[in-house]
């Protein structure tokens, strides 16, 4: 493991490439908490709370790809940074605006126009791996490696927000999402790797992504995935609250993220002699597997190792499809192939969000567990036609 780790930092710029791009990647997981608190302090309603991160979440998912077909039309550096600029802009705005109570529709314009423009950092990064790396073992190495950084995203996010909050304001909390953001963005634009690989504007990057027919079909799991993501994300919290400790919600979810990031590091040390169809679809069975503990926990003591063990095939999961996706995209759509893959999890994350909150009123604490394992199964049975399916040739539009 050790080894492959190394062989993904020897290339020049690498370490620097995965560090700017958490910088700038961090506001993701500040942001739905900063707007929460912000919108619900300013408005009184948690109704137009959980509508302003709704209408930022949406407008994510529906904007992505569109960023995405941009760069691979014009560039990174013509796309990435001024969107960083303008959603700066946006955050500004949404705390000046709270400042002088304008009101929950001006407010939740703001969070869906910040929604919108959120830097497309991720789909950047992963289109580059699929670039800077020849040998597959090494690239899956790195798909892995971004896969378990990401989740430091989730764990540093949120408790950053609660100590600006604390010590400070909402108001504060986004206009500093906003500096964060651009400031990150800008130091992962000035990464010497990221001159490699510009579109070539040929007739290709005039393709859509969509084209590639077996990209189309990853995106079904993907939401599915994305539904029982969002659903454990209202479960856990739920749970805490029910046994009457709010501090453990954090710290359950904290679990959840580093299960993931040890299942990350097992699965990238780890020399698999089967397909990447085959891996994808055993991991998905995974996933719905552990999230059996969960169902299961009756009490706050068993949350902790359910939560842990909940998490341990996400990062994996999405280090596999990642590389799917850099085998089925078509040439010169990369960036936007990587933007449906996130706008398919978001929307499904919002989805499962959603619904567990309405089974919680229903079922119990133990309704968004029932709705995470039925996506997961879901999911599951949709990858089975990935199973022994040829990876690794040049895709063309179907």
Do not use: K
């Not at 040998?135 to 896969?147: I, Y």
């Not at 950053?160 to 800008?186: C, D, E, F």
């Not at 579109?199 to 077996?214: E, F, I, K, T």
């Amino acid at each position: 493991m050790a080894n492959t780790y190394r062989s993904v930092f020897a290339r020049p710029g690498a370490a620097r490439l995965f560090a700017s791009s958490l910088i700038g990647r961090l506001p993701l997981g500040m942001s739905s908490l900063t707007m929460l608190l912000l919108v619900r302090e300013s408005t009184h309603s948690y109704a137009a709370a959980g509508a302003a991160v709704g209408a930022s979440a949406l407008a994510a998912a529906l904007c992505g790809p569109v960023l995405g077909r941009l760069i691979d039309l014009v560039g990174r550096r013509l796309v990435v940074g001024p969107v960083a600029g303008l959603q700066a802009c946006a955050y500004l705005a949404l705390a000046l605006a709270a400042g002088a109570r304008m009101g929950a529709p001006v407010l939740i314009g703001c969070c869906a126009l910040a929604g919108a423009l959120v830097p497309p950092v991720a789909p950047v990064v992963r289109a580059l791996l699929r670039e800077l790396y020849d040998e597959p073992r090494v690239r899956e190495t790195a798909f892995s490696l971004e896969a378990i950084l990401q989740e430091t995203i989730w764990i540093a996010g949120p408790l950053l927000t609660t100590v600006v909050v604390t010590v400070s304001s909402p108001r504060i909390a986004a206009a500093m999402l906003g500096a964060i953001g651009l400031g990150g963005t800008l130091l992962f634009l000035a990464s010497p790797l990221l001159a490699t690989g510009e579109p070539r504007h040929g007739p290709a990057g005039r393709v859509s992504a969509l084209a590639s027919q077996r990209l189309r079909r990853l995106l079904v799991p993907v939401a599915l995935m994305g539904a029982g993501l969002g659903a454990v994300e209202v479960g856990i919290p739920s749970l805490a609250l029910h046994d009457g400790s709010r501090a453990a919600s954090g710290s359950l979810l904290a679990l959840w993220s580093l299960g993931s990031m040890a299942g990350g590091v097992g699965y990238s040390s780890a020399r698999w002699r089967s397909g990447l169809g085959s891996r994808y679809a055993v991991l998905l069975l995974l996933n719905c597997l552990s999230l059996i503990p969960l169902l299961l926990t009756g009490s706050l003591a068993l949350a902790a190792p359910a939560s842990f063990i909940a998490g341990l095939a996400i990062a994996p999961t999405f280090s596999c499809l990642y590389s799917l996706v850099g085998h089925v995209v078509i040439p010169n759509s990369e960036h936007e192939a990587f933007s449906w893959v996130l706008s398919a999890l978001v929307i499904g994350i919002a989805a499962g969000s959603a619904g567990a909150g309405v089974l919680i009123s229903s079922l119990g604490i133990h309704g968004p567990f029932l709705l995470a394992l039925i996506a997961a199964a879901c999911a599951a049975a949709g990858s089975v036609r990935f199973a022994g399916m040829p990876f690794g040739v040049s895709v063309t539009p179907t």
